[in-house]
């Protein structure tokens, strides 16, 4: 195969843009679509080896597995070995016993489908040393199966090869377009929602053996601007919430591929990919895809108060000078067959794939080594874990979405005259509120369903909250057949009206997007907050109308942070638990607050309790006071703030 710089120039054109998008710089929000550029490459690229070889009669299985061996194995390896050390330092028994499953994901070429399994890829690209690897799992699986499909195809002749291939290519491109919107962790994910993008590499190079680049310079030159066009306006303009991968993944894949086939000496892009510098970063761009990735996520694991743009950028030029370092002393001695047998790369690769996953295995096996920490930090890292189940007071959970609905607390033998209604906000107080109400010689109803916002006509956040409108209905039915007189709600109402997460001054943002969403839903989180507002206030008028008072908890300020996994970060490494300034954080959460909230909060009848200042005072927000924690996660208040936030309610009453 001919040698062809511009290639290893289009690899800098996907590296630099994926590297800089996980970093976190807004002006690459677009920047994962360098992975689908990489696909297509490889596509072309092995595409191109394997029908020049079946063309000759000397294609050889064996050898095509060689060669994916040396070209991905001792890297991957060097990286995983590297990652060990940091992970056991710095990473708490769950996070630690997660990277022990990727370990064994990794080296069995299947951490496409962990990671589906446990969450959607904007939801956790922060905090996964080996996220990344999911690509690789999806190209290793694509070539587990094609040459084999060639090899039984070929004999058909190439007419044959590419109707065959042509409609796996529509199939999967038409499987990703519905999963983008119904299924989108799943569609990122796995193969056969990425399989099309690898065959326009395969297309790209069957057109290229059987025929010659495109004989007109200007065609040449307008097509290999519009690709390059193409892959540029998809780094800027795509974001998390862009479905992916769907028909809007066509963009930088079918630019890719017009850069293939029209990148031609003299060409404007051809000087531009092929210039030294940028040759030079594609060469190394395997093992910089390679090493970004844990070097952001152990930083982020070992910062307390997030990172700055400059040492962000020191990391992303960190990962360049390690992709070098395995460029050159790892890369190239095993690619080298006179240095490195086929014997020897095979009983290599095996050995430390049985190893890898040995260490992998016994990590998740002794479920983190949670014996490194001590007590105290063992009972900061099991905070809210039990969540609504721990607190039952024998009214059991109804069904698996946590929701316990019915029951009756405090002084059993009064009839109730008080309601506490929400979510999982509700659930995590009601325990402190039943003791109280019962000091009082009074009761409470209580109706919670996890992730349900307080509406008629609004959906849960997640696919597994479902049916909340008719819960919601059957909730009102109750409190009215109870004659119930007082209503208090205690719900994450930010959580369901906000148009996207908040970004704090630790840099965590918090996923919210259209994505989350239950399938069906008839209101967009995107744009439709008013319409989310005027359902709650219907709900709130429906309780009224039946003479309820309506008292509302002010919703708990968000910090972004899980707090009990932040003061052991501080403990563990002996530094202050941060507070957030209130100035930043009015620009971030109280704003949004104020935005979408006191529409509600401050509704015609509405009692407000008031909680904020609980949590902040005029000049900063706290996960900690008094050496008490506030969270018991990222949102829910610990049970010393529940304490206080039962106390406002008692007050109220």
């Known amino acids: 195969m001919t040698y062809r710089a511009e290639i290893d120039g289009l690899r800098a054109l996907a590296v630099l843009p994926v590297i800089l998008f996980h970093a976190g710089f807004e002006w ?28 000759k009669g000397k ?65 956790t690209a922060e905090s996964k040393p080996l996220l990344h690897t999911w690509s690789l799992a999806v190209e290793e699986q694509y070539y587990i199966l094609f040459p084999i499909f060639l090899m039984l195809a070929w004999r058909l002749g190439i007419k044959w090869v590419l109707i065959l291939l042509s409609i796996v290519f529509f199939i999967s491109l038409i499987v ?62 795509f974001d998390k919430t862009t479905p992916f991968p769907s028909l809007y993944t066509l963009i930088p894949t079918i630019g890719t591929g017009l850069l293939i086939i029209c990148a031609v000496p003299k060409t404007f892009v051809y000087k531009v990919l092929s210039l030294k510098f940028i040759v030079g970063t594609g060469l190394i761009s395997y093992s910089a895809y390679l090493w970004h990735q844990p070097l952001l996520a152990f930083a982020r694991h070992r910062s307390l108060v997030g990172i700055s743009d400059l040492n962000l950028i020191a990391l992303c030029m960190a990962a360049l000078v390690l992709a070098w370092f395995s460029w050159k002393f790892i890369e190239a001695p095993f690619r080298d067959k006179n240095k490195i047998n086929r014997k020897k790369i095979f009983i290599f690769s095996g050995s430390l794939l049985s190893i890898f996953i040995l260490i992998g295995l016994s990590v998740h096996i002794n479920k983190g080594f949670s014996e490194r920490y001590s007590e105290e930090l063992q009972s900061y890292l099991t905070m809210g874990a039990d969540g609504v189940k721990a607190r ?33 906000h509700a659930g995590s107080i009601h325990k402190e509120l039943g003791k109280k109400i019962g000091e009082l010689n009074e009761s409470f109803v209580l109706h919670v369903k996890d992730g349900c916002p307080p509406s008629l ?17 059957n ?28 970004k704090n001054s630790f840099g965590v943002r918090e996923p919210k997007d259209s994505q989350h969403f239950v399938e069906g839903s008839s209101l967009s989180i995107k744009n439709q907050v008013d ?88 000049n900063v927000c706290f996960g900690e006071r008094d050496n008490n924690l506030l969270y018991n996660d990222d949102n829910h208040p610990s049970d010393s703030a529940t304490q206080q936030v039962v106390g406002r309610i008692i007050e109220s009453f």
């Not at 069995?108 to 904007?122: A, D, K, M, R, V």
């Not at 190079?205 to 306006?233: D, E, R």
């Not at 006509?457 to 209905?473: A, R």
Request: with cysteine.
């Open 28 to 55: 690459f929000s677009g920047g994962f679509v360098g992975v689908d550029v990489f696909f297509v490459i490889s596509g072309y690229l092995i595409t191109t080896i394997i029908i020049s070889e079946m063309a």
């Open 59 to 123: 294609f050889s299985i064996v050898n095509f597995y060689e060669r994916r061996a040396r070209r991905i194995l001792p890297a991957l390896f060097f990286v995983m070995a590297a990652c060990l050390p940091f992970a056991w330092f710095w990473l708490t028994p769950n996070d630690l016993k997660d990277f022990g499953q990727s370990l064994v994901a990794t080296s069995t070429f299947s951490s496409n489908i962990l990671f589906w399994l446990e969450s959607g890829y904007f939801d």
């Open 176 to 237: 990703a377009q519905w999963g983008a919107y119904n299924n989108p962790s799943a569609a990122f994910f796995l193969l056969p929602t990425r399989g099309w993008e690898l065959l326009i590499g395969v297309f790209a190079a069957f057109y290229l053996k059987y025929n010659p680049h495109f004989k007109s310079q200007l065609l040449n030159q307008a097509l290999s601007l519009l690709g390059f066009g193409m892959i540029v306006y998809s780094i800027i303009e």
């Open 392 to 424: 039952n007071y024998d009214c059991h959970l109804q069904n698996d979405a946590f929701m316990l609905t019915g029951c009756i607390f405090g002084d059993q033998t009064i009839t109730p005259k008080y309601a506490l209604i929400g979510d999982s």
């Open 457 to 473: 006509g609004i959906e849960g956040t997640y696919k597994d909250h479902k049916n909340c409108p008719s819960f919601n209905q």
């Open 475 to 502: 909730v009102i039915d109750d409190l009215v057949e109870r004659e119930i007189s007082t209503v208090v709600m205690f719900s994450r109402f930010s959580w369901y009206l906000e148009v996207d997460g908040f």
């Open 531 to 618: 319409e989310k507002l005027e359902s709650m206030r219907s709900f709130i008028r429906e309780l009224k109308q039946h003479n309820i008072q309506v008292f509302i908890v002010e919703p708990i300020p968000e910090v972004g942070w899980k707090i009990p996994y932040l003061k052991v970060k501080s403990l563990l490494y002996n530094s202050p638990m941060p507070a957030i300034q209130k100035k930043e954080f009015k620009e971030t959460t109280e704003k949004r607050f104020t935005k979408f909230i006191e529409p509600l909060l401050y509704y015609e009848g509405v009692k407000v309790i008031k909680t904020s200042d609980l949590f902040c005072d005029n």
